[in-house]
């Protein structure tokens, strides 16, 4: 399902590379649009997103995590498969 939807930030337009760039409260490290920005360590869904800031790519902004997608997904419904 994730893998027809276009995810960018609302922000710069940086598009995720499928690396595990955020990091929960609780110290676990993933990719948070594989998950629709639930943490899998400790079950913290999360509101926003922060765009990765790299050396040339991502703004470092905050936004809310529906924003990423350019079709909105209701998070309710998704069920997400590893």
Request: include cysteine; glycine fraction near 6%; hydrophobic fraction near 30%.
């Amino acid at each position: 399902m994730l893998e027809n939807l276009k995810i960018e930030c609302p922000n710069c337009r940086w598009e995720p590379d499928g690396g595990s760039h955020w990091q929960c409260t609780c110290g676990h490290v993933w990719n948070t649009f594989k998950t629709a920005a639930v943490c899998p360590a400790c079950n913290n869904r999360w509101k926003d997103t922060q765009c990765p800031k790299f050396s040339s790519e991502g703004c470092g902004e905050v936004h809310p995590h529906e924003d990423w997608y350019a079709i909105p997904i209701d998070h309710e419904l998704m069920v997400l498969k590893e």
